[in-house]
């Protein structure tokens, strides 16, 4: 069993920053890929950003290419978001998510992800 804690969710204005931290149980941390996903209010859950479990890979969604990158902590059990330029479009519920199958590449879906955190808020002003 994995669990998955989200923190560092908040309330910015648009332009501001701010990190997420995914911190996971499990002796097996470095062997799990990692993933952050977001749902707005009314809006179906969506892909964010994932690293893989090696950390060679990465891959993140065409809306935050280039603001938001992924990174992890092996020894600290720990997956991180930083969040740049962030926008009103931006706000919603991010969670974090584990897949522990050690798949080729780095999963993209939903239903690849074994276990889920209870999710963070996030809210950008205008």
């Known amino acids: 069993q994995v669990q998955l804690v989200e923190s560092g969710g908040g309330l910015v204005q648009a332009g501001g920053s701010l990190r997420l931290s995914c911190a996971a149980s499990?002796?097996?941390?470095?062997?799990?890929?990692m993933g952050w996903f977001r749902q707005a209010p009314g809006k179906e859950r969506e892909f964010v950003v994932a690293?893989?479990?090696?950390?060679?890979?990465?891959y993140y969604a065409d809306s935050v290419k280039g603001r938001f990158t992924i990174s992890r902590d092996n020894a600290k059990n720990t997956v991180y978001l930083q969040m740049n330029s962030l926008k009103p479009e931006d706000t919603a519920v991010y969670y974090c998510?584990?897949?522990?199958?050690?798949?080729?590449?780095?999963?993209?879906?939903?239903?690849?992800?074994?276990?889920w955190g209870q999710g963070t808020q996030v809210t950008v002003s205008s």
């Open positions: 998510a584990a897949d522990t199958n050690r798949r080729v590449g780095v999963p993209l879906v939903g239903y690849e992800y074994d276990y």
């Open positions: 499990g002796r097996t941390f470095s062997s799990y890929a």
């Open positions: 690293i893989s479990w090696s950390g060679s890979s990465t």
